[in-house]
């Protein structure tokens, strides 16, 4: 199966501030068939961006995905107050479905 | 508009069952492979197993192998988890999930395995 690593494990930023994840593949990934989520307590994942680079219904443009094969990144291009979470990458072109540990961005 | 609802989550005693249901709106079941995937309290996303279009296909995550079984039901639009032997460890909230271009989620359902 894929493994997925993500850095850093936690991000502290200031509000404003562009923020930079990473998920590296122990393999390619399919098709580029990663996806970013966006989780605060309690709620459920929330869909960022799938396919690398797509941006989910609904979802502001400061938030954009790219790479390709082993190396993506999620980039906030300025950090809003809403956006302190964790972040999860995943990638879903090869079964079994797999997920990074996550990036959690605090506020500095 | 797509949309999954999870149900059947509730406390159960370690060596129990649980049924799980994943109801689907918006669009149509028997078209896409349906996924569970779970995250127990404080930590992340585990993919549990997957179903093909007509059932045929299965697989399973190794911790539920032979514990759990993934169905479906395409006439009520119905992905459903039968989870027995459950352990304190298969404590989570499990969502169901599907990749069609985009991927959606339902918003979980919360099973609890103490005594």
């Known amino acids: 199966e894929i493994v997925l690593t993500q850095s850093p494990g936690t991000l502290s930023l200031s509000p404003g501030e562009r923020a930079t994840l990473s998920c590296r593949a122990s393999?390619?990934?399919?098709?580029?068939?990663l996806a970013w989520y966006q989780q605060k307590p309690g709620q459920a994942p929330r869909l960022l961006i799938y396919?690398?680079?797509n941006r989910a219904t609904g979802i502001p443009d400061r938030f954009s995905g790219s790479g390709s094969g082993t190396d993506f990144t999620l980039t906030i291009s300025r950090l809003e107050p809403e956006d302190f979470a964790v972040y999860y990458c995943?990638?879903?072109?090869?079964?079994?479905?797999?997920f990074g540990q996550g990036t959690k961005v605090e506020i500095k | 508009e797509v949309q999954l609802v999870e149900s059947g989550g509730d406390l159960v005693q370690p060596g129990g069952s649980l049924r799980l249901s994943c109801a689907a709106s918006?669009?149509?079941?028997?078209?896409?492979?349906m996924h569970w995937v779970r995250q127990a309290p404080g930590k992340g996303l585990v993919w549990v197993s997957r179903?093909?279009?007509?059932?045929?296909?299965?697989s399973y995550a190794d911790s539920v192998r032979g514990r759990f079984t993934i169905s479906r039901d395409n006439a009520k639009n119905t992905l459903f988890l039968q989870m027995n032997s459950l352990r304190v460890e298969d404590t989570a909230v499990y969502y169901c999930?599907?990749?069609?271009?985009?991927?959606?989620w339902g918003q979980g359902t919360l099973v609890t395995v103490s005594s």
């Open positions: 999930a599907t990749n069609m271009g985009s991927l959606y």
């Open positions: 918006g669009f149509a079941l028997s078209s896409n492979w």
């Open positions: 179903i093909n279009s007509d059932g045929s296909i299965t």
């Open positions: 393999q390619s990934v399919s098709s580029s068939h």
């Open positions: 396919g690398a680079s």
């Open positions: 995943q990638q879903y072109g090869s079964s079994p479905w797999t």
